[in-house]
């Protein structure tokens, strides 16, 4: 297993890895130990990002063309989003995450997505 990313929470004493046998691992600093191993996706997990807020929210982004938002009481998901067929490397979202997600892959594309919290399915391609 390879790590390919890894993030702090905004508490400073969680982290959350990535790694290329598609699960997602949270870790307590505190305890010096693995928390939970979610099985994420299908794919590598590429890239990360905890909501800035409470860390209620952690994001994840996979080479299965897909995005996650994960609930942190119980890790479930709460959203699922699929950029189509493309390995997504990177993404970033707004401090509220929930009004702006860009996604960039492999393609040489970044998709943008608006409010991923609420119902809304809105995308589109800023920059092919």
């Avoid at 995005?67 to 942190?72: D, E, G, R």
Wanted: proline residues 2%; contains cysteine.
């Amino acid at each position: 297993m390879r790590i390919s990313t890894i993030k702090f929470s905004p508490n400073c004493y969680q982290i959350a890895t990535g790694s290329d046998d598609n699960t997602i691992k949270t870790w307590d600093l505190r305890k010096k130990g693995s928390l939970y191993t979610i099985p994420a996706h299908n794919k590598a997990i590429s890239d990360l990002h905890w909501e800035n807020n409470d860390s209620k929210f952690l994001l994840s982004c996979s080479f299965d063309g897909t995005f996650k938002l994960w609930n942190n009481r119980d890790w479930s998901v709460v959203k699922s989003y699929n950029a189509g067929d493309t390995k997504l490397s990177s993404i970033s979202i707004t401090k509220d995450c929930k009004n702006i997600l860009l996604a960039c892959s492999n393609d040489r594309t970044v998709k943008k997505w608006s409010n991923i919290k609420e119902n809304s399915k809105e995308n589109q391609m800023i920059i092919d």
